[in-house]
């Protein structure tokens, strides 16, 4: 009805009438894109397909040659598979688990796993970095495997993660061959596979609560309680995502204010319950351990060289040859606050749509956090299904945003080095940080020069 009244008002013939789109009221008028809906849809999964089937390739052609891992495999060493899961839980206990139904080199693995995390505790590399609300899911997950069959555990556990990323997924979306390519990128994409392969779980339900929380905030145009919910949950377990929620909070929100005092109290509040509970079922993991578990977590992944090429951080481009610098975690750092304030001002002036502040919100964490791994580029799925409900991508900065998301989430680890791991490393390491790092100035840089955007708080699901 608001894009007719329009269309009179301007004299527009109504079947020539351009469609309505984003996030700013005084808007400009556009035409709708062609890229919209089951075309947007299609693109984004053939492109994640295309570039995995891309990698398999690399690692055929790589096997045929005679050179072994990483350099024939495009994820982590086949022999250390599902590792995060079980030895993050192996960590919470001593008692012995349930027998298993697995036997050979799997059921081997799963003894050494349980060898060494129960040795990790008190030395630098020890589960006291991770957050409360990530150690109570371990630790029930640890008291399970007592009951249970480990690898049952890890296959429901995975099997409910995956439904849970399918029922997001599908409530972006209500057209059924649309919702198929979004899934099938999703299947295809990077961050998903990697999670599944290093059985990071942890990873892949904050990214869950991030997509879900991320998709309320932006139907309601404010802070409902499932969106505060979610977005606190994701933040709980990977604070170094906080820009993402305050960012879109601040542009979506009328009583900006009010929601981000909501959202910080709900953060808190999370906070402080699932270190009371984790302390309960695990008396040794308490507020000064996991101070001085993140002390450790930094001595250990962020001052040591990085070969492999598994972060995705601005920091680690400058640390593969070069080695730890302070200095240079310090100025990435400097570079993505500075972006922060930069996009929160752009937000209070409401100059930019959701898809947009979505990016940028992503891409600074990729650019101040030191350590990041890859399956934590799966957010990047957030602008693109904005993108999608948005009209879909209509000019060059919209292109940028996709296709540096896509670029993102594409499997890439092309090897190179000598036939040796240790010496291995993968362009991805070097490509991923700097492609995001430009992309994210970038599109800031767009809406700061200019006064305002080309959309308005209509059209969100034209692609429905």
């Not at 964490?365 to 890859?374: E, K, Q, S, V």
Request: proline fraction near 5%; aromatic fraction near 12%.
């Amino acid at each position: 009805m608001l894009v007719q009244a329009v269309c009179r008002v301007t004299k527009i013939p109504e079947g020539k009438c351009p469609v309505l789109r984003g996030d700013d009221v005084g808007a400009t008028v556009m035409t709708q894109s062609k890229y919209t809906g089951i075309k947007f849809a299609r693109l984004v999964g053939l492109v994640l397909l295309g570039s995995t089937a891309a990698n398999l390739c690399y690692n055929a052609i790589m096997a045929a040659l005679g050179y072994g891992w990483p350099y024939n495999f495009m994820l982590f060493d086949p022999i250390d598979r599902f590792a995060d899961f079980f030895k993050l839980a192996f960590s919470y206990g001593s008692t012995d688990i349930h027998a298993t139904f697995v036997t050979g080199q799997q059921a081997e693995q799963l003894a050494v796993y349980m060898h060494k995390s129960q040795h990790n505790l008190g030395t630098i590399v020890n589960p006291d970095h991770m957050l409360p609300v990530a150690t109570a899911m371990a630790i029930i997950v640890r008291k399970l495997m007592g009951l249970v069959d480990p690898f049952i555990v890890f296959s429901v556990c995975t099997a409910v993660a995956l439904l849970s990323l399918v029922a997001t997924f599908q409530s972006y979306v209500t057209n059924d061959k649309e919702r198929m390519y979004w899934l099938l990128g999703a299947i295809a994409s990077y961050p998903l596979m990697f999670a599944i392969d290093r059985g990071h779980l942890i990873a892949l339900v904050c990214a869950i609560a991030l997509i879900a929380g991320a998709r309320h905030l932006f139907d309601a145009r404010r802070l409902t309680w499932p969106a505060a919910a979610a977005l606190s949950f994701a933040v709980c377990i990977r604070p170094n995502l906080l820009s993402i929620p305050v960012l879109l909070i601040t542009l979506l929100s009328p009583t900006k204010i009010r929601d981000l005092v909501i959202f910080f109290a709900t953060c808190l509040l999370l906070f402080i319950l699932s270190m009371t509970i984790s302390h309960a079922l695990f008396p040794h993991y308490s507020f000064e351990t996991w101070l001085m578990g993140l002390a450790d977590y930094h001595r250990r992944y962020v001052a040591l060289p990085i070969n492999l090429g598994y972060v995705s951080s601005l920091t680690s481009v400058f640390m593969i040859h070069s080695g730890y610098n302070p200095l240079v975690e310090r100025a990435c750092f400097a570079l993505g606050a500075l972006i922060g304030i930069l996009a929160m001002h752009a937000c209070f002036k409401n100059k930019m749509p959701s898809s947009h502040a979505a990016f940028i919100a992503i891409g600074l964490t990729f650019i101040a956090t030191p350590a990041l791994n890859d399956y934590h580029l799966l957010p990047f799925f957030i602008p693109l299904l904005f993108l999608s409900r948005e009209g879909g991508p209509e000019n060059h900065v919209d292109w940028i945003i996709v296709f540096s998301s896509l670029f993102a989430l594409s499997p890439k680890n092309y090897f190179f080095g000598n036939d040796n791991s240790a010496d291995a490393w993968s362009w991805q390491v070097i490509c991923n940080p700097i492609v995001i790092s430009i992309a994210t100035i970038w599109v800031l840089m767009h809406h700061l020069r200019t006064p305002r955007t080309d959309r308005s708080i209509v059209g969100t699901a034209i692609s429905q």
